[in-house]
């Protein structure tokens, strides 16, 4: 006698069907295609019923048949194709002369380099001067990290003092020794125009400049001699620092 097995029963599953214009749904290119050309043309049907139709005045809105006519009109008799292509040579012919000017200015402006001297308003009296005097003949930035006292009336008062009336670019800028990383003063920094900077491995949310694009030397030094080193020791730089050179040289 062989066993009678149970039968097992399933339910039969429910049949999902899928909405053609579900929302946020994607949809297939012959549907994007197809209700791009139904909204084209219920828009043209609308506006033929309102202005064929009488509904909407002439004057303040012309029948789709009117437009064609007008728009042939532009092309055949009134030359409306030459200005279109006025306009756009006239747009062509802008982004060509831009591109001739600032394409040769960017890679001067990558030639270029900038001179920067970072000091400290505690340094000695003397030292403090002889770098201004250079610095104002070589063209170069003095930078310092933070006021004075933590006072700008007293950061102010010792500028001025030092100047003494010298035209030279002076700065409070404590991103750019974090930047060259500086750790000591005086330091000398020779970097290229327009020097993109890099996040700084640090983690920190500075940017560092990038190692190729500018030279630090730092010691108690005079401006000509830190320049003549460079010049010695770092030949992608020994060029360009010649006109600085020759700038203290007078």
């Known amino acids: 006698m062989s066993a009678v097995q149970p039968l097992s ?18 949809v297939s290119s012959r549907s994007r295609w197809m209700l791009g050309l139904a909204f084209f043309a219920l828009f043209v049907a609308v506006w033929a019923f309102f202005t064929l139709g009488g509904f909407v005045s002439p004057t303040f809105l012309a029948s789709p048949v009117t437009m064609v006519k007008e728009g042939w009109l532009l092309f055949t008799e009134y030359g409306f194709i030459k200005d279109i292509g006025m306009t756009i040579w006239r747009v062509v012919g802008g982004f060509i002369l831009a591109a001739v000017i600032a394409v040769p200015l960017g890679i001067a402006m990558g030639l270029l380099l900038i001179l920067m001297v970072f000091i400290s308003l505690s340094m000695p009296e003397a030292t403090l001067k002889r770098l201004v005097s ?29 100047l003494a009336g010298q035209s030279v670019a002076f700065q409070i800028d404590p991103q750019a020794f974090e930047r060259y990383a500086i750790t000591q003063v005086p330091s000398f920094v020779l970097v290229r125009e327009g020097a993109d900077g890099t996040p700084c491995g640090d983690g920190g949310r500075g940017s560092c400049a990038p190692p190729n694009d500018y030279v630090r030397l730092a010691g108690d030094v005079s401006l000509d001699y830190a320049l003549g080193h460079i010049q010695h020791r770092t030949p992608r730089f ?4 010649g006109a600085f050179i020759q700038r203290l040289k007078g």
């Open 9 to 26: 029963v399933s339910e039969p599953k429910a049949t999902v069907r899928r909405r053609s214009l579900a929302p946020l749904e994607p």
């Open 238 to 241: 020994s060029k360009d620092v």
């Open 134 to 162: 250079q610095a104002a003949l070589a063209k170069a930035s003095l930078l310092i990290r933070g006021l004075l006292n933590g006072s700008l009336r007293d950061t102010v008062a010792r500028t001025q003092a030092l």
